[in-house]
């Protein structure tokens, strides 16, 4: 073992038993139950402090090591045996990058341009709902960090902050994902609301409307011991529940103002949804999880703004279909009409540039960024996206291009064989 080995253990020791250490957990319910910890204080291979991370990967176990069982189940969680979730990270290693040599890289820009706006980068903060599961500030800490850089971040209809409060502490109108709700008049509230709030782009997430099968996130819960009546009906641990309409909401501000739906529709969304939606609303309307051609140009043809490839994260349907795979296909189908942003899997610069290549305006990620969050609060944000657009600018100039619009499908060799 190694000095800085030692040091690491030493200081992990002391802070399994530091007051700081309730504090990194935000709660002192949190503490009781979380059976990581104890082995988590002797583990080495734990980072100590957001700047000991070399990769957004060292954020992952730091994480682990903090949250209990039940919400650690519910951000790590695919769907049936969570094949997806590693289907989209070996699809970019079915791409090869052909870098090119003796271009002046001395400046690099990796701006976008969506609707008009302006971002320093193409890395987009994903909706994941509930986020005091991870951190006590949850949404309004990664909102310092989405201010402090300049990222687009999008609330979830399931996040755990409203519309409101993150606008303030963002220091603009963040974008907002949208959950169906049974009953369209209360689906209707959230969207007027979300629009009073300045809020310039509603993304209605569409890959969950069969349901999801998540099995992870069950075994997790059953493993957690902790008494959760003050967060959940019934006690029992639960974050991140599919089902909107009947859950107990009491820690989602957009849902917490509604019961059970008065008027529950018959059968689930079709495209006329989305017509729906643009005519009740001033704000651009995209489709969060659409992962085919045939589905791209419907979307197109019904007036969508733009476009998520997304599986969720790998935690709707267990098609085994990375994103990245089928990114080049939507983008087909959506032939220049509206901008694409792809998500899943997204752990490194080379994965960004891959998707930037293969025709993606930007990149969503959630998972990593959920690690800095539950790992060290608002510094661990910061830091993954700064890994992230650190290495995003070391590709580019391996490969000799200096702006995004530069990135081409000329700078990818797909792999042959096996």
């Known amino acids: 073992m190694t000095t800085h080995d030692v040091t690491r253990r030493r200081f992990l020791t002391w802070l399994a038993g530091s007051p700081a250490l309730a504090y990194a957990l935000g709660d002192a319910e949190l503490l009781t139950g979380a059976q990581r910890l104890p082995q988590a204080a002797q583990d ?9 991370a ?8 730091a994480a682990k090591a903090k949250l209990p069982p039940a919400h650690w189940g519910y951000l790590a969680t695919g769907t049936d045996g969570d094949e997806t979730i590693a289907a989209n ?18 400046r690099i820009d990796t701006s976008v341009s969506i609707h008009g706006t302006t971002w320093p980068t193409p890395i987009v903060l994903n909706p994941v709902g509930s986020q005091k599961a991870f951190h006590p500030e949850g949404e309004i800490a990664v909102a310092r960090a989405a201010r402090a850089r300049n990222h687009i971040q999008v609330l979830s209809t399931v996040g755990t902050t409203s519309i409101e409060d993150l606008n303030a502490a963002r220091g603009q109108p963040v974008w907002y994902q949208l959950y169906h709700l049974p009953d369209w008049s209360q689906t209707r509230e959230i969207v007027k609301r979300v629009e009073r709030s300045g809020c310039p782009v509603l993304v209605w997430t569409v ?15 059953l493993e957690d011991t902790r008494d959760c009546s ?5 006690g029992r641990p639960q974050p991140g529940i599919v089902q909107v309409a009947d859950r107990d909401n009491r820690r989602k501000p957009m849902l917490a103002p509604f019961g059970p739906g008065a008027n529950p529709e018959s059968g689930t969304p079709t495209w006329d949804h989305v017509k729906r939606l643009k005519d009740m609303t001033s704000m651009k309307v995209w489709l969060k999880g659409i992962v085919t051609r045939e589905d791209a140009e419907i979307a197109m043809q019904n007036g969508v703004d733009g ?5 969720h994260g790998g935690r709707a349907e267990n098609s085994q279909r990375a994103t990245i795979t089928s990114l080049p296909e939507v983008v087909a189908g959506v032939n220049g009409r509206a901008p694409v942003i792809l998500d899943g899997g997204v752990r490194r610069g080379t994965d960004i540039f891959k998707a930037l290549a ?3 305006t930007a990149v969503g990620i959630g998972r990593p960024y959920i690690w800095g969050l539950a790992s060290f609060g608002t510094e661990g944000v910061e830091t993954v996206l700064s890994l992230l657009q650190r290495e995003l600018q070391i590709v580019m100039r391996q490969a000799g291009t200096t702006s995004i619009r530069r990135v081409s499908r000329e700078y990818l060799v797909e792999r042959t064989g096996s």
């Open 44 to 52: 080495p291979a734990i980072i100590p402090t957001a700047r000991h």
């Open 54 to 61: 070399l990769t957004v990967m060292d954020f992952e176990p």
């Open 89 to 106: 990270r070996e699809g970019f290693s079915r791409w090869e990058l052909k870098v090119r040599r003796l271009v002046d890289v001395s």
């Open 207 to 221: 890959d969950l409307l069969g349901g999801s099968n998540r099995v992870t996130q069950i075994k997790e819960a």
């Open 230 to 234: 003050r967060c959940h009906a019934g």
């Open 307 to 311: 476009i998520f490839v997304s599986n």
């Open 358 to 360: 293969l025709g993606a």
